[in-house]
Structures are given as C-alpha cells and as structure tokens.
C-alpha cells in the first residue's frame, strides 16, 4: 500500500527484533530509537518463552507508568491469542504486602506474567526473569537495576531496554561499560537506530498498519527519516531519541536525570484552573514576538514546593492579544506576584501591566548578564532539590536542557541557548521568573477542604490577606 522500497521478509519479527528475542543471554541490554516495535517483540519473545512445558518461574516488567504497564500486558494477551497458547486475564492484582499491584497473565502451566509500573520496591523479593522497559526513563534506574538483578539468580533473564536520557543516566553507565570498559557484568547489547530500523523494512510494516490516506503512507524510507527528523524539539532530542546519541550532559546546566526527576507522570493531570488552586500562585512572563516564544508559566507554592499549573506559549501573536490572556491571568487574585522579561520589546508590555496592577504584583526584570545568573542558579537548585514539578513534554524538557553556562576570559558567567525551532530556551526563563516571583512568598500549606464552613472560608480570607500584606 505504501511507498516503502524495504520489503522485509514475511515474518512476525523484523531481523533486529528477532535477534533480540533470540538473545538467550543471562544478561542482556539494548540501547534502540523510539517506536520502532521494541516492546511489542520483547512481548512476543516472554510470551513464548514463558509458555513453555518446563517453565518454573514467572517473569516480571517494570515499565515508566501504569498505562504501558496494562498495554504491555495487552501485547503479551495478543500473542498468547496468535500462538493459541491459553492464558487468563486475572486482572490488576496486589503482588506484596506492601500493596504494590501488577496486571498479571496467568500461563496454562500455572507460572504468570506480572506486568508493573515504575516502583523499584515492587521488584524486592522476587524470582524469576524481569524485563526492564525504557530503563533510562524510569525516576531512579541504579536503584530498580539494584532491587532487580537478585532476582535473577535462581534463574532466569535480565532484560534492559531504553532511548537515552542523558550521558549522565545509569542506563548510559551501562552501555558505557559494555563498549570501552571490558563489559565487567557480562552483557550481551544490541543497538538499533531509526536508520537501522529503516533499513530492514520497519517503514513496510508501519505502512500495513496506518490508514490508507496518512500522509507517510507516500514517503519511502530516505523521506520519513527526514519527516522524523524535523519534528523533534531540536538536533539533540532527535539524535538522542531516535539514533542512540545520548545528550551531553557535561554541556547543559541541568542534566537529564535531574529534569526527568521534577517531571509530573505522564498519566497526571498538573494543568489547573486557577479558581481550585489552593496555594498562592506567581506568574513569569518571558516576551517573544515572531522568532521567538511568549511564555507565560504559572506555579502554585504548597509547603514550599512549587508545582506548574499552567504553560502558555504563543507565537506571532499581536501584544494586545498577549496581555488579555496575560490580565486574565492576573485578574485571579490569588495571583500574588508577576515577573515580566522587560528586555527589548518587553519593556512596554511590561510597563502597561505595572500600570494596570501595580509595582507589588508586578516585577520588571532586565535580563542583564548578572541579573541572568540570579534568575539560573535558583531553577538548578529548584531541580536539585527537587522542590519543582514541571510538565512531561518534550519540548519543555528540550528548552530546559539547551541552556548552557560558560565563563568567560575575564570570568564572567554567561548563559546562553541557541535559537531554533524550539524558541530561545523561552520555556527556561519564563520558569525562571515565576520562581523568582514565588521566592520570598511566605510558605502556605493548602486549607483542608474536608468540612467547610463560613467560618472556615473567613479564616482562609483572613490569611490570604496576611499573605498578600
């Protein structure tokens, strides 16, 4: 149907997922691009394996969330159909006497696949083979590698497969160790790149699956790659994401790790209305126009943490059409404080909001160079302390990461970003200044809204007032 040149053989698995299910390696590891069909042969691979007669021992995977947690199940399901092997659903099941939980696919030989989240501790204490699926992005990866290599030591296969995150991230340290030092713990790795991918026909078996008018169903391998290619943040993700590059670390003020740390779960709802916010809430605006974005984030501090409740960005859009979205924000009055890039064109737009609110709620900021290290340090000290959360995007992460910090000859500290498609690190600086405005706020802890009553909402009025005085 497509315009794929690669025909690849008539076979469930394409070469590179088959050598991977092959891989009978007591250890084995693989770094690979994104969406190229990974899981869904690691699935097929236990699924067989597990069936067997002489099968003794259950298999367990850790994937990022909840969600691929069940649709790895639901791949595990499908092929126990395709090979008619039985196998029954039981559902989410608690697994410990912690209260941790897995969805679990009993095999007709009594043993069971546990599919769970994240959670290392869910790992301690059991046997049997585990699959770690993109290891990198999981919060803590030394500690899961940890709690789950004992368990293979009855028996078994260890499983690790992720994208990068970083040059920092102990699924790096792993591959490192592989490649220039002597592979001291015996893993076998397998690497395939989105090229890789492409050249043993994944462009053909994408095709089969889309709908006969998406747009790739016209492109051939050399023009997806491109397609690919220019829809990543930037240069870095894409080489990070989808060619096995991990992202230099060493350059960029905040690691990897460090961001992925704050980010809210992908399943969790963080975008909120300002009339059921509970904390006091503070605006950065960052100034763009045409090349450059409009930020405008918002975080609401609860007993010192501040979590993001809202990202605007707006490109080309006119400055009245920026400040009443800007005003709408502002008219909430728990909004206690606004920090406005004054810079070039933002000084006016600055100006008109200090007149309309006042010097108290709103801070004109000129991003000088010292001014611009004020605003920096306290975003990494924020990351490393792990008092922010931010959104689990892509493009955020992108813009966190292109800053970098350099000294110059006479010892200045200078941070800069280079200008792309992604914007200026603008997603950076508006978060900057929203923690600037928050910074000398008075911690307030979120009312208990359990029984409300006028009593109750007068001693709530009355320290919001406190607050604001």
């Known amino acids: 149907m497509g315009a794929a040149k690669v025909i690849p ?32 042969a690691t699935a097929y691979g236990l699924v067989r394996r597990q069936a067997q007669v002489d099968a003794r021992l259950d298999s367990w995977i850790s994937s990022r969330d909840e969600i691929q947690a069940r649709l790895f199940l639901e791949d595990c399901k499908s092929f126990a159909n395709i090979l008619k092997i039985g196998a029954e659903d039981l559902g989410d ?21 546990h599919s769970m989240s994240s959670n290392p501790d869910a790992q301690a204490g059991k046997r049997g ?19 789950a290599y004992p368990g293979i030591t009855w028996g078994g296969q260890l499983e690790i497969f992720s994208t990068h995150r970083g040059t920092y991230n102990f699924f790096n340290e792993l591959v490192e160790e592989v490649k220039h030092k002597g592979n001291p713990k015996g893993f076998s790795l397998h690497r395939v790149t989105l090229q890789d991918a492409l050249e043993q026909g994944f462009l053909f078996k994408l095709q089969e699956k889309l709908p006969a008018d998406d747009p790739r169903q016209e492109m051939d391998e ?3 790659f491109d397609f690919i290619r220019a829809g990543a943040p930037d240069e870095e993700t894409f080489l990070q994401e989808y060619m096995c590059v991990p992202a230099n670390d060493a350059a960029a003020f905040l690691p990897y790790d460090m ?3 704050c980010e809210y779960p992908a399943t969790e709802v963080w975008e909120m209305d300002f009339d059921v916010s509970q904390g006091p809430l503070f605006l950065g605006v960052d100034i763009g126009r045409d090349h450059d974005l409009t930020v405008i984030w918002a975080v609401e501090k609860i007993g010192g943490m501040f979590f993001t409740r809202v990202v605007r960005e707006m490109q080309g859009a006119a400055f009245s059409e920026q400040e009443a979205v800007l005003y709408d924000m502002l008219d909430n009055p728990r909004v206690r404080r606004c920090a406005i890039d004054r ?11 200090t007149e309309r609110y006042g010097q108290y709620r709103i801070e004109e900021v000129n991003f000088s160079g010292p001014v611009k290290e004020q605003l920096a340090y306290p975003v990494r000290a924020a990351f490393e302390d792990k008092t922010i959360r931010i959104p689990n995007a892509p493009k955020v992460r992108a813009d966190l990461r292109s800053i970098q910090k350099s000294t110059t000859e006479h010892g200045n500290i200078r941070f800069t970003a280079d200008r792309g498609k992604n914007g200026h690190a603008d997603r950076f600086w508006a978060l900057a200044l929203a923690l600037h405005a928050g910074k000398d706020a008075p911690v307030v802890f979120a009312p208990q809204r359990f029984k409300e009553s006028k009593f109750s909402r007068a001693r709530e009025a009355r320290r919001n007032r406190e607050v604001l005085a």
């Open 343 to 353: 810079t070039g064109i933002g000084r006016q737009f600055a100006e008109r909001a």
């Open 129 to 147: 083979s585990r699959v770690l699926d993109e290891f990198a992005l999981h919060n803590d990866p030394r500690k899961l590698y940890s709690i």
């Open 222 to 224: 050399a023009a997806y």
């Open 93 to 113: 099941r608690v697994i410990d006497e912690k209260g941790n939980s897995a969805f679990v696919l009993q095999m007709a030989n009594g043993t069971r696949l």
């Open 259 to 261: 961001i992925a740390a």
């Open 9 to 40: 053989p008539d076979t469930i698995l394409l070469p590179y997922q088959a050598k991977w299910v092959k891989d009978r390696s007591r250890l084995k590891i693989a770094e690979k691009s994104r969406q190229i069909g990974w899981t869904w």
